[in-house]
């Protein structure tokens, strides 16, 4: 199916987790396992055995000291929520709107005129420079 994501990882142990807590409840209703409960080991405890500590990365010095990113963050944060509360831009401008539909009729005509023949002389002095012959 074009357009799909593959599930991530969070979305298959996710999947998983339900599935076994489903399996929970209706073992809950049913008759007791043949199987001892403490033999089941819980997802989270397999993962957590089995899931390697990432290494820690060293970045280094911070590139800014901490007061002026607070400063920035903040500042940011204002803009965030002055423009989330900015009413919408409206739709067009009537003005431009008139002023380009006044002038499409102009323009369409001067290209009509002009465009061929400014296409025409660079493609001849093109040919000429790579060539070195006149046309």
């Known amino acids: 199916m074009p357009g799909a994501r593959e599930p ?5 142990l996710a999947s998983i987790k339900r599935v076994i807590a489903e399996e929970k409840e209706i073992r809950a209703a049913a008759p007791p396992p043949l199987a001892e409960e403490e033999d089941i080991l819980e997802l989270n405890e397999t993962l957590e055995a089995t899931a390697p500590e990432p290494e820690p990365i ?11 990113a607070d400063s920035s963050r903040q500042r940011l944060e204002v803009l965030a929520s002055v ?14 709107d008139m002023v380009r539909d ?13 465009l061929p023949g ?11 420079r790579i060539t070195g012959r006149p046309l």
């Open 102 to 114: 006044m002038l499409r009729p102009i323009l369409k005509q001067w290209l009509d005129d002009h």
């Open 58 to 68: 060293d970045l280094g010095p911070p590139l800014m000291e901490e007061k002026a």
């Open 8 to 12: 991530s990882m969070e979305d298959i």
């Open 118 to 128: 400014i296409v025409d002389e660079h493609v001849k002095r093109e040919i000429h």
């Open 83 to 96: 423009a989330a509360s900015a009413p919408p831009p409206p739709q067009g401008n009537p003005l431009e």
